[in-house]
């Protein structure tokens, strides 16, 4: 079992910044690749970012690029996203997941976090 918490969201305006962290315990042993998605009621869960274990992969969603940077601590088996030039279109709910393959689906990722709001108001 794994457990992942998200921390660090909330409520800014446009153009602002905002770093998202999430820290994983348990039997993390497999699960190389950490990741962000996002999920705006009625719509499909979205893919954001993802790192492996050593940092050599990393992978962006297009919308994402340039404006969002993850990376990780694995001293503290945290991940982080950090956000710049955020957009309204960036408001919704930012999950943290883990995996055992580098991969953008949803379906690849085994455990979750229970999510961290980011709202961003024009």
């Known amino acids: 079992q794994v457990q992942l918490v998200e921390s660090g969201g909330g409520l800014v305006q446009a153009g602002d910044s905002l770093r998202l962290s999430c820290t994983a315990s348990?039997?993390?042993?497999?699960?190389?690749?950490m990741g962000w998605f996002r999920q705006v009621p009625g719509k499909e869960r979205e893919f954001v970012a993802a790192?492996?274990?050593?940092?050599?992969?990393?992978s962006y969603a297009d919308s994402m690029k340039g404006r969002f940077t993850i990376s990780r601590d694995n001293a503290k088996n945290t991940v982080y996203l950090q956000m710049n030039s955020l957009k309204p279109e960036d408001t919704a709910v930012y999950y943290c997941?883990?995996?055992?393959?580098?991969?953008?689906?949803?379906?690849?990722?085994?455990?979750w976090g229970q999510g961290t709001q980011v709202t961003v108001s024009s």
């Open positions: 348990g039997r993390i042993f497999s699960y190389y690749v």
């Open positions: 790192i492996n274990l050593s940092r050599s992969y990393t």
């Open positions: 997941a883990v995996a055992t393959v580098r991969s953008s689906r949803s379906e690849d990722y085994r455990y």
